[in-house]
Nanobody, 126 residues
Framework: QVQLVESGGGLVQAGGSLRLSCAAS????????MAWFRQAPGKEREFVAG????????FYADSVKGRFTISRDNAKNTVYLQMNSLKPEDTAVYFC???????????????????WGQGTQVTVSS
């Protein structure tokens, strides 16, 4: 069983930065494709960013391109989300997700992930 534990959320002013971390347990977790999703109150959970197992490929939602950066450190079994130039509309609970199965898939489709963390709250004040 894989466990994902997010941390790093908090309250920040608009224009500020935060770095989220997602620590994964499990021997094979460094081979998983990983992603960050977020869910604002009353809204659907939406894709934010994804990263291949090697870190060589990254993918972003249009709303965060140029402001957020996803990265991973496989030696630490940890995935990061660096968030800069934060806006009030970035306020949400941020979730880490892992895809353990092989084969092709779309990073942005939440139903294709095998494991989820419990989420961490990010609040951006105006």
């Amino acid at each position: 069983q894989v466990q994902l534990v997010e941390s790093g959320g908090g309250l920040v002013q608009a224009g500020g930065s935060l770095r989220l971390s997602c620590a994964a347990s499990g021997r094979s977790s460094s081979s998983y494709r990983m992603a960050w999703f977020r869910q604002a109150p009353g809204k659907e959970r939406e894709f934010v960013a994804g990263i291949s197992w090697s870190g060589g490929s990254t993918f972003y939602a249009d709303s965060v391109k140029g402001r957020f950066t996803i990265s991973r450190d496989n030696a630490k079994n940890t995935v990061y989300l660096q968030m800069n130039s934060l806006k009030p509309e970035d306020t949400a609970v941020y979730f880490c997700a892992a895809r353990a199965r092989g084969g092709g898939f779309a990073y942005s489709v939440r139903g294709q992930y095998d494991y989820w963390g419990q989420g961490t709250q990010v609040t951006v004040s105006s």
